[in-house]
């Protein structure tokens, strides 16, 4: 019988990131950016991620955010382990993110407002 934790384990591993796992959250609170506009960033990135099996069993976790603490130029997102920070996170740039930071492990340079990784990258 497996235990909750690693129940938890095997769902956030990545495989088609070489079995790593991620976290993407997003900032929804209304002081960084309009408060639909945060929304329906948080309903794409939600849908994206299921649509491409991504969350759940795919390995990506996400979280809807509050605050971040970036008050303008949101809405803002944040991809862990690598901790790129991310603004003006709407439908288009959601899905380059999704697709060259979650999916092929590249960083968006262009839309990258700072990094601060979890632990030194090689």
């Excluded at 809807?64 to 862990?80: D, H, S």
């Amino acid at each position: 019988m497996i235990d909750s934790q690693q129940k938890w384990r095997n769902r956030s591993v990545c495989p088609s990131r070489g079995g790593t796992s991620s976290s993407a959250a997003i900032q929804t609170k209304p002081k960084c950016c309009d408060k639909e506009r945060g929304l329906a960033a948080w309903e794409f990135l939600k849908a994206r991620l299921k649509a491409l099996g991504l969350s759940e069993q795919g390995g990506i976790l996400r979280t809807k955010a509050n605050c971040l603490r970036i008050c303008e130029g949101g809405p803002i997102a944040v991809v862990y382990p690598e901790g790129a920070w991310y603004g003006a996170c709407d439908p288009p740039a959601l899905e380059r993110i999704i697709q060259e930071h979650l999916i092929a492990g590249a960083v968006v340079e262009d839309l990258l407002i700072t990094q601060h990784p979890l632990s030194p990258q090689p």
